[in-house]
Structures are given as structure tokens and as C-alpha cells.
């Protein structure tokens, strides 16, 4: 089956410093990724939908200067999460589509848990 | 209204019973829906593909009403190693030839007992 891989799975950093957060899909291509977020007991929020080679589409009230997405090629779109606050701690969660496959289901990366001090 | 829309729960069951969720969808241009489960601390892995035929894998059933506008899963004979949070995700277009962009309702807590 499709494979998607995050890095790094957990990091802690202080406030106020920039975390970058890696999906990669391994064995497929995805023209389109997307970022959740998750907090305790709560159902996956969509942060935004990461176009390759173009401009990410963020779902209302992300900050998109806040969440930096770049999605530089076919098989990685990355995630940064700048100035971080507590606030920000959360589980992070990729998913991928494989292109050309006429279905959507979406291959999640296994998260990466951000606590920001 | 929230555009998909599950029972949170807990359902909880002992083990080799019959149970069966919901899960209720607002945007009838909806496209695909899935099953989806999640364990505690973990990310979402695919259950199964829903159709309007329905579909069977095992001790789970998925079923399609495109017209009310719901899925369901009924999971039969219960075991304990389907204690999960089970979540409803439906795919749609933002806009006319944009991507199908999935929907994930809150999910439905699943506790099988011995």
C-alpha cells in the first residue's frame, strides 16, 4: 500500500522558535498533500491543501504566515510552524493521495507531535 | 450544521457483539467516502471505501444512502482489538476542477469489553 512518512515523529522547542515538519510520500506521487492539526479528544482540523508547485490553499482562520507550506516537488511538502507558542502544541498529521489513481483516498503519515514549551 | 456529522459515544459493547455507526454528510456534491480508524495517539488508517452498492471486508459493513445522505459501518462479532475511534470522511470538490478536498467527521468512540 501507499506509504507516507513524516519527520520528525515528536519535537519540543521553546517558544518563539520555528519548527519545519517533513511529509513525504515514499512510494507514490501526490500532486496534492494536506496538513491536519489535532488537539486532545478532538476530531482533525484542516489546516490547508498543498498544491505541488503552486500556492498552498489555507481553511479559514489558519494563518498562512504562521504555517508556511511549501510543497517543492511530487513526493514532499513541508509544513513550518513559525514563531511558535504553546498555543501551537498539537499532533500534526500529513495525508496524501496518489495522483492518477481516480480515487481519493487520502495515506496518512504517522504525525508529529509538536509541544511547544 | 456541521458538514459531517458522527454520534461521539462511547459506544460500549462486549466483546462478539453487533454494533453499527452513522455518520450523516451536508454537501450532496460529495464525492467519495471513506471509514477511517484511529487509535489513540496515532493517525487515521483506512478502514474501507464506501459505495452505493456497499461493500463487505470480514466483520465490516459499509453501506451508502447518496439520497438521505449517510454511511454506516456495522461491525459484526466484536473483538476487543476494535476498540478505536472510528472516523467518517467525505471527499468534495472546493470548486469546480479543484482537488477533492476530504472532510472528517469527529469521530465515534468504539470500547469492546470482555
Known amino acids: 500500500g501507499a506509504v507516507v512518512s513524516q519527520h520528525p515523529s515528536r519535537v519540543i522547542c521553546k517558544s518563539g522558535t520555528s519548527v519545519k515538519i517533513e511529509c513525504r510520500s515514499l512510494?507514490?506521487?501526490?500532486?496534492?498533500m494536506f496538513w491536519y492539526r489535532q488537539f486532545p479528544k478532538q476530531s482533525l482540523m484542516l489546516m490547508a491543501t498543498?498544491?505541488?508547485?503552486?500556492?498552498?490553499?489555507?481553511e479559514q482562520g489558519v494563518e498562512k504566515d504562521k504555517f508556511l507550506i511549501n510543497h517543492a516537488s511530487l513526493t514532499l511538502s513541508t509544513l513550518t510552524v513559525t514563531s511558535a507558542h504553546p498555543e501551537d502544541s498539537s499532533f500534526y498529521i500529513c495525508?496524501?493521495?496518489?495522483?492518477?489513481?481516480?480515487?481519493?483516498?487520502?495515506?496518512f503519515g504517522p504525525g508529529t507531535r509538536l509541544t511547544v514549551l | 450544521r456541521k458538514e459531517v456529522e458522527q454520534d461521539p459515544g462511547p459506544f460500549n459493547v462486549p466483546e462478539g457483539a453487533t454494533v453499527a455507526f452513522n455518520c450523516t454528510y451536508s454537501?450532496?456534491?460529495?464525492?467519495?467516502f471513506f471509514w477511517y480508524r484511529q487509535d489513540c495517539r496515532k493517525e487515521p488508517k483506512l478502514l474501507m471505501s464506501?459505495?452505493?452498492s456497499g461493500n463487505e471486508d470480514g466483520r465490516f459493513t459499509a453501506q451508502l444512502n447518496r439520497a438521505s445522505q449517510y454511511i454506516s459501518l456495522l461491525i459484526r462479532d466484536s473483538k476487543l482489538s476494535d476498540s478505536a475511534t472510528y472516523l467518517c470522511?467525505?471527499?468534495?470538490?472546493?470548486?469546480?476542477?479543484?482537488?477533492?478536498?476530504?472532510?472528517f467527521g469527529r469521530g465515534t468512540s468504539l470500547i469492546v469489553h470482555p
Open positions: 495525508s496524501a493521495n496518489p495522483r492518477d489513481t481516480g480515487r481519493d483516498t487520502q495515506y
Open positions: 470522511v467525505v471527499t468534495a470538490r472546493a470548486f469546480s476542477g479543484g482537488s477533492y478536498i476530504p472532510t
Open positions: 454537501n450532496s456534491a460529495s464525492q467519495s
Open positions: 464506501v459505495y452505493s
Open positions: 498543498s498544491n505541488e508547485g503552486s500556492k498552498a490553499t489555507y
Open positions: 512510494d507514490f506521487q501526490a500532486t496534492t
